[in-house]
């Protein structure tokens, strides 16, 4: 079993910067792909970005390339979200998610089997 913890959440104004973290318990984080999620109210859960467990490859939304960074540290089990020039359209609860061991890099949240409690984000204009 898989458990996600994510932090770093909080209120910021427009153009500023926040570093999500998301600390996963069990033996299998460095064979895992993660990923990051985003639900704004009454909006579906939308995919943000995503890294392979080796970290040789990423995926993005389009609308945060060039301001959202996601990395991973294997040896903390903990995976990042560097989020630059956040605009009030980045308001959302953040989700950091899990895939099983072995499967590669996904854009789908159907295909993530392990999920955090979430963390706000907040982007004031």
Same mark, same amino acid.
């Given at each position: 079993? %898989?458990?996600?913890?994510? &932090?770093?959440?909080?209120?910021?104004?427009?153009?500023? &910067?926040?570093?999500?973290?998301?600390?996963?318990?069990?033996?299998? !984080?460095?064979?895992?792909?993660?990923?990051? !999620?985003?639900?704004?109210?009454?909006?579906?859960?939308? !995919?943000?970005?995503?890294?392979?467990?080796?970290?040789?490859?990423?995926?993005?939304?389009? &609308?945060?390339?060039?301001? !959202?960074?996601? @990395?991973?540290?294997?040896?903390? +089990?903990? %995976?990042?979200?560097?989020?630059?020039?956040?605009?009030?359209?980045?308001?959302?609860?953040?989700?950091?998610?899990?895939? +099983?061991?072995?499967?590669?890099? +996904? @854009?789908?949240?159907?295909?993530?089997?392990?999920?955090?409690?979430?963390?706000?984000?907040?982007? &004031? +204009?």
């Amino acid at each position: 079993q %898989v458990q996600l913890v994510e &932090s770093g959440g909080g209120l910021v104004q427009a153009g500023g &910067s926040l570093r999500l973290s998301c600390e996963a318990s069990g033996r299998t !984080f460095g064979d895992s792909a993660m990923g990051w !999620f985003r639900q704004a109210p009454g909006k579906e859960r939308e !995919f943000v970005a995503a890294i392979d467990s080796s970290a040789g490859s990423t995926l993005y939304k389009n &609308s945060v390339k060039g301001r !959202f960074t996601i @990395s991973r540290e294997n040896g903390k +089990s903990t %995976v990042y979200l560097q989020m630059n020039n956040l605009k009030p359209e980045d308001t959302a609860v953040y989700y950091c998610a899990a895939r +099983s061991p072995h499967l590669g890099i +996904s @854009s789908r949240s159907g295909d993530y089997d392990y999920w955090g409690q979430g963390t706000q984000v907040t982007v &004031s +204009s």
